[in-house]
């Protein structure tokens, strides 16, 4: 269909993990600036250590400044006209909402080393985010999924792999915890596997709105009459973290990253796409109309493609990285990690979030508030 031709499964991943090219540690541009950088990005996707390798290797500050939405970034931008940050990460399926409100602004490809990274995951800032034709004005940064998580010690699924049926069940009843809108979406799949719903229904719904009002009308009237069974919605990493550990949550919908730290840390929790297949997403680096300290965000690209900063990078927050060879410099244990969660033919069954447009996104919001209100 048209609008997943965004990603494709196959050649988003191809490569991510595996070490493609040999690269220089640092480059000179790195070395070459000073000052500091206000950046707007996802609460767990700059580790400390990274970003103080960052500021030793350069002199340049790092003001971070954590989200835990899309819908953050969007509702900052357009507060404040564009200012106040010279980075932010909105995912790649947003463009469609970012291009009439023109608060981005186009890299200079001649000064972003784009080589080092996955060339599908490249081409999606030249097929979706060049804006009028002109420039680019999204950079590939993280990928990761939205799964199935759960407490290995007090669940685990029926069959080989976790469905997202599993976080509405009887079974788990007040022990399960989900973001709203992607935990609806994912109830959709689970009912066009159950049979509850028409086939293609889900993605069917981002063609026209029309479709899209029947569709979720649906799904809402289904997750509304479960609700008393979800413990907790969840907005950022930490809210999923502490769902897991210390709020009574046994199986959740979540990104990738939070329960991967987890397992890491030795903690009884796993990740493991759904058999309807996991929700794929790539979040990225765009530079708002309004920043400043322009050297320092070329500066701070530079250093994010190098291998070794990103490799040690996603040890620790547990999302994968688009840097070519950067897995070269991640432990055993995010390899072994890795594996685990998407085993068999996993990877190959991945569902890219289609693009959003502003009419989805909208229409979304109405049917997510009738079920949160319910």
Not at 47 to 69: H, Q, W
Not at 285 to 302: C, E, K, L, R, S
Request: glycine share 10%; net charge negative.
């Amino acid at each position: 269909m048209t609008y997943r031709k965004t990603i494709s499964r196959r050649s988003v991943l191809k490569g991510a993990g595996a070490a493609a090219l040999a690269a220089p540690l640092y480059s000179k541009s790195a070395l070459a600036s000073s000052g500091e950088i206000n950046i707007l990005m996802w609460s767990d996707y700059l580790p400390p250590s990274f970003i103080e390798e960052f500021e030793t290797l350069t002199g340049i500050k790092v003001n971070y400044t954590g989200i835990g939405s899309n819908e953050e970034i969007i509702n900052k931008m357009k507060a404040t006209g564009g200012q106040g940050f010279d980075i932010v990460s909105p995912t790649n399926n947003r463009s469609l909402q970012w291009e009439p409100l023109e608060l981005l602004q186009p890299f200079d490809m001649s000064k972003v080393p784009i080589d080092l990274v996955n060339p599908a995951m490249a081409a999606i800032g030249t097929d979706a985010w060049n804006f009028a034709d002109s420039g680019v004005h999204w950079l590939p940064h993280i990928w990761g999924t939205e799964g199935i998580a759960y407490r290995t010690d007090l669940w685990l699924p029926a069959g080989d792999a976790p469905s997202y049926g599993d976080v509405w069940s009887e079974e788990n009843a007040g022990k399960t915890m989900g973001r709203a809108h992607s935990m609806m979406l994912g109830a959709g799949l689970f009912m066009e596997r159950s049979g509850e719903m028409e086939p293609g229904s889900v993605w069917a719904a981002y063609n026209d709105e029309e479709t899209m009002r029947t569709v979720w009308s649906q799904i809402t009237d289904w997750c509304v009459a479960r609700k008393d069974r979800i413990k907790l919605i969840w907005n950022d990493a930490d809210t999923q973290k502490n769902g897991l550990l210390n709020e009574g949550v046994v199986v959740g919908q979540t990104w990738d990253g939070p329960p991967l730290a987890l397992k890491s840390a030795g903690e009884p929790v796993h990740y493991q796409a759904p058999i309807e297949g996991a929700m794929a997403w790539v979040d990225g680096m765009a530079m708002p109309t309004g920043a400043t300290n322009i050297d320092q965000v070329y500066a701070f690209i530079d250093f994010a493609y190098q291998a070794k900063p990103a490799g040690v990078a996603i040890d620790s927050h547990g999302y994968n990285s688009p840097v070519l060879g950067a897995d070269q410099y991640s432990g055993d244990t995010y390899k072994k990690n890795f594996a685990e969660a998407y085993p068999g033919d996993s990877l190959a069954n991945l569902n890219p979030w289609p693009a959003e447009a502003p009419w989805y996104a909208e229409t979304r919001t109405e049917f997510v508030n009738k079920f949160k209100s319910a």
